[in-house]
């Protein structure tokens, strides 16, 4: 069974599952009850299940995870929301060498079994720190599963196993996404280390993540009406990637192109183009190319647009794979957009 | 969890003037409203007990000491002078409670009955942590410093969820009153009434910086900016430090909410087998420290209250002979752990990534045996 709901309400769909599925599972947040968090994210769950269960928490990002830390020592499972991506640093050793190492420093006798919940990314139109891509911080720190959604459908399956995984996981939520509509059947059962190959091609490979999977399902329209195939990778998981996928992929096309919101230096798309390069170098026709946010701080929204990956430069991007030179100038973007959303269901 | 607001209470903080101590230097038991409600069952043997507990905690750290000079184990962090603080609040709890404590809490790891051969691995660098948290009920011991603190109010939140009167006790030193997450554990507990018990071990030293540099004023009176009640106690003073932990954990029980305590004690060793202590303090000072051996006034007090102190020192010390030998031997006798446990307990569910380079390393090991050949 199907129900039509937006990324936003699939998440809730989620949290509200998983508090009436384990009575062990909690809430924790700023924001989160009354108010339903900033995007109303958490909307009617604390008048639902309980200011027990979902906790409106003072504004302390270490703590948020500090303490979420000690309620796990005792066997809750706590699902944490850090307000926005640009919040999360102050809890940035409770997560780093406090939650991804506990296991490990405990030789296995502790269990983690934390989400954090980070809504991220730009095209919000927002003032600073409110639009990063922090992704790779926690990919790089062994002991974290950190994970995306690119629709509503991979939200509400992604999280459901991110909250059951006794691993700690970062689930990082395309809020410039949250409106997106989608199919959601709830029995969807998702891994967290799977990426979905999402449309099929053989001339060019994208691997996307998040909210650049439905730049990415445009591009490849775009692209087929001029006869090239463009397969669409949706990676799901940051950390850890499924190379394989895009390995298989790759060998099948010989041409890579890698993106992301988040800036290229050692990102995402760095490791991904090295493990392909490593794994499947006689296989490339043309070198790797990756469209990503630039090197600076996230810029003043005003000029996001031009921050961000788009249509066009993951198109000149194809393009440069296949040696052919960049001439989209007439794209139909409302066309593509909403052909991208049907594919993205 | 619903926030209630404790109303600001002036008296907060006892101690603040005159550290709370129940026996004096020279063994003298002294009359303090407070904590002598809570020690009415100490008696001799009770007290004895404390001893042969704090002899036993000594010896450990003077072995271990030792062992780390003699190369068997590669660092050493003592806490010689803090036998009193560590014992005394360590008695107050039961078993199923919780501690969450620094790397120097070798005196509660003990008491709480640690596997000596497991805790020996730590400090050898066989592990990184030296006994199983679920067994023990202690959190494997913390090196970021103040992070411990977070873990224990978020464990005394999940008690009182539980409808538990289960009480949650983490332990920092001075220089950790510095860090944010101290200080966003004391707003938690605040907010949240959480059943949980702040020991700060004042030391006086943060590796080499005096406490002065952490704090204008008594540590004891920061708590009391967020609403909790803290006592400044003698850490030199087992019987002081039993009775504080005691109120602090009956009222945390009673749902009373946290409680500070500041142990006001002296690190008289080195921060760790590394440091030079000689660099950033007189002698002197160590010296009149020493004259407050919390050892030493225990057994003045016992001689007091007209103990056959020689036949307790005589059991403290087969006891702790025979603690030092089995941790000698577990240091010495340690097995290293393989390569291949680089790869164990990373994830519960490992990953394909992770496995792939775990066979890859068991590879490279395999061919260097082949090329030996």
């Known amino acids: ?345 | 969890m619903s926030i209630t607001v404790p109303a600001p209470d002036p008296a907060l903080a006892l101690g603040l003037d005159c550290p709370l101590r129940v026996i004096d230097l020279d063994g003298t038991r002294l009359s303090e409203p407070t904590l002598d409600p809570h020690l009415a069952d100490i008696d001799e043997t009770a007290l004895a007990d404390l001893y042969v507990d704090m002899v036993r905690v000594r010896r450990l750290d003077t072995e271990a000491f030792a062992l780390t000079r003699q190369g068997h184990l590669v660092l050493w962090p003592p806490l010689l002078g803090q036998e009193a603080a560590q014992v005394g609040a360590a008695r107050a709890l039961e078993p199923r409670d919780w501690v969450f404590g620094s790397y120097r809490e070798h005196g509660f790891a003990l008491l709480r009955g640690a596997d000596m051969s497991e805790f020996a691995r730590i400090w050898k660098a066989y592990a990184h942590g030296g006994w199983d948290p679920h067994e023990i009920n202690m959190a494997p011991s913390q090196i970021i410093i103040g992070a411990q603190s977070l873990h224990g109010v978020g464990y005394a939140m999940a008690a009182k969820m539980d409808g538990s009167d289960d009480v949650a006790l983490t332990a920092f030193g001075d220089g950790a009153t510095s860090e944010g997450d101290v200080n966003e554990a004391l707003v938690w507990a605040s907010a949240f009434q959480a059943p949980v018990v702040f020991l700060c071990q004042n030391n006086q030293y943060a590796i080499s910086e005096p406490v002065r540099v952490q704090s204008g004023v008594p540590l004891a009176l920061r708590p009391t900016g967020f609403g909790i009640p803290s006592m400044r106690v003698d850490g030199n003073d087992v019987l002081a430090m039993l009775a504080a932990g005691r109120v602090a954990v009956e009222r945390a029980r009673a749902g009373h909410g946290p409680t500070f305590i500041e142990a006001v004690t002296y690190r008289r060793g080195p921060h760790t087998t590394t440091d030079d202590p000689k660099r950033y303090r007189d002698e002197a000072e160590v010296e009149e420290w020493t004259a407050k051996d919390p050892i030493d006034r225990v057994e003045r007090a016992l001689e007091r209250m007209g103990a056959n102190v020689e036949a307790v020192r005589a059991e403290a010390k087969i006891r702790a002979d025979r603690l030092a030998k089995e941790f000698r031997a577990a240091a010495e006798h340690a097995e290293p752990p393989t390569a291949d446990a680089i790869f164990d307990n990373v994830y519960v569910q490992p990953t394909r990534r992770l496995e792939r380079q775990r066979a890859e390393h068991r590879a490279f090991v395999a061919s260097l045996a082949e090329g030996a050949k």
């Open chain 1, 1 to 345: 069974m199907t129900e039509t709901l937006t990324l936003a309400k699939a998440v809730n769909a989620a949290l509200a599952d998983a508090l009436e599925g384990d009575d062990r599972v909690l809430l924790m947040g700023e924001d989160i009850g009354k108010l339903g968090g900033v995007f109303r994210v958490t909307d009617g769950l604390q008048a639902r299940f309980g200011p027990q269960r979902v906790i409106d928490s003072p504004l302390a990002e270490s703590a948020i995870i500090g303490t979420a830390i000690g309620m796990s020592y005792r066997g809750f499972r706590v699902v944490t929301e850090i307000q926005f991506d640009g919040f999360i640093y102050p809890a940035f050793d409770q997560i780093v060498a406090q939650v991804a190492k506990l296991r490990y420093r405990s030789r296995g006798r502790v269990t983690m079994p934390l989400t954090i919940r980070v809504p991220y990314g730009g095209a919000i139109g927002s003032v600073e720190h409110h639009s990063e891509s922090p992704e790779s911080y926690f990919a790089h720190t062994a002991g974290l599963r950190v994970v995306t959604a690119s629709t509503p459908q991979e939200a509400y399956s992604t999280l459901r196993a991110a909250i059951a995984s006794d691993d700690p996981v970062l689930f990082f939520e395309p809020k410039g996404k949250y409106y997106m509509k989608g199919e959601v059947d709830r029995a969807v059962v998702r891994d967290l280390e799977t990426a979905n190959v999402v449309a099929r091609g053989r001339d060019v490979t994208i691997a996307a993540y998040g909210p650049t999977v439905e730049t990415a399902l445009r591009a490849a329209i775009a692209a087929a009406d001029e006869g090239i195939e463009v397969e669409v990778i949706d990676l799901r998981s940051i950390s850890p990637l499924d190379v394989d996928t895009v390995v298989d992929s790759v060998r099948r096309t010989g041409r890579l192109v890698v993106t992301h919101e988040a800036p290229a230096e050692s990102s995402v798309s760095s490791e991904l183009i090295t493990s392909v390069v490593e794994r499947a170098f006689a296989h490339l026709e043309a070198a790797p190319e990756r469209v990503t946010g630039y090197d600076t701080p996230y810029p003043p929204s005003s000029v996001e647009h031009d921050y961000l990956p788009s249509l066009d430069r993951l198109l000149d991007a194809v393009d440069r794979t296949l040696g052919r030179r960049n001439s989209r100038t007439d794209l139909d973007h409302d066309r593509l957009t909403s052909a991208a959303m049907g594919a993205a269901r």
